[in-house]
């Protein structure tokens, strides 16, 4: 099956778009890794460690699939998930964090 120019101009912008995505989330983690670093408050480690597990590790499985194109969706969307899931659970423990 192939793609015509529409599909595959909308794949790009969708790429385009995961990735500004990804690029805003990673720096919201430089940001609250500074606020750790500035006042030493562990609830910002754990909101900078999450968003960085949330969107760093996806990121470079974006890349991989780039690279090696026959590597399973599912498995690599297993993965995805899996590292949202972790990412969010350390975010939920940092705001639940006594400090």
């Given at each position: 099956?192939?793609?015509?120019p ?31 670093r ?9 909101i ?17 699939i ?20 972790a ?12 400090v």
């Amino acid at each position: 099956m192939t793609i015509g120019p529409f599909e595959s101009t909308t794949l790009l912008l969708r790429n385009l778009y995961e990735m500004v995505g990804a690029v805003l989330g990673l720096f919201i983690a430089y940001q609250a890794y500074r606020g750790y670093r500035r006042n030493d408050s562990r609830p910002m480690l754990f909101i900078a460690l999450g968003f960085g597990i949330m969107l760093g590790p996806p990121v470079l499985l974006f890349g991989l699939i780039l690279v090696v194109p026959s590597m399973s969706e599912v498995a690599v969307q297993l993965l995805i998930q899996t590292f949202e899931i972790a990412g969010l659970l350390s975010i939920i423990y940092a705001l639940r964090m006594d400090v």
